[in-house]
């Protein structure tokens, strides 16, 4: 089993910017990626980026392409999230994920994709 616990999360203005992270424990060795997702009220889980985890190769969805950082500390297991400019439809859950292979084409895009789930931060932008 591997347990994800998120922090960072909270209430922030429009044009400002948050750090998320998200630490790792439990049977982590041999894990291939972390990704984060987010999930507002009413949507579907997006996906948002993810970081392989031997050489960092990293994935974004469009929408956050250019405002989000993902990176990692493979020394601490964690896995950060930066976001920047942030707007008022960035407002969501926030969950970091494990996944344990590479899987199918396309499957670091999608929840079904990864293993095991933090249990959120809550982010609130306000305009």
């Known amino acids: 089993q591997v347990k994800l616990v998120e922090s960072g999360g909270g209430l922030v203005q429009a044009g400002g910017s948050l750090r998320l992270a998200c630490v790792a424990s439990?049977?982590?060795?041999?894990?291939?990626?972390m990704g984060w997702f987010r999930q507002a009220p009413g949507k579907e889980r997006e996906f948002l980026a993810s970081?392989?985890?031997?050489?960092?190769?990293?994935l974004y969805a469009d929408s956050v392409k250019g405002r989000f950082t993902i990176s990692r500390d493979y020394a601490e297991n964690m896995v950060f999230l930066q976001m920047n400019s942030l707007i008022p439809e960035d407002t969501a859950v926030y969950y970091c994920?494990?996944?344990?292979?590479?899987?199918?084409?396309?499957?670091?895009?999608?929840?079904?994709?990864?293993?095991?789930w933090g249990q959120g931060t809550q982010v609130t932008v306000s305009s």
């Open positions: 439990g049977r982590t060795v041999g894990r291939y990626a």
């Open positions: 994920a494990d996944k344990k292979n590479p899987g199918w084409h396309g499957s670091a895009r999608t929840s079904s994709g990864y293993d095991y």
């Open positions: 970081i392989i985890w031997n050489g960092g190769r990293t």
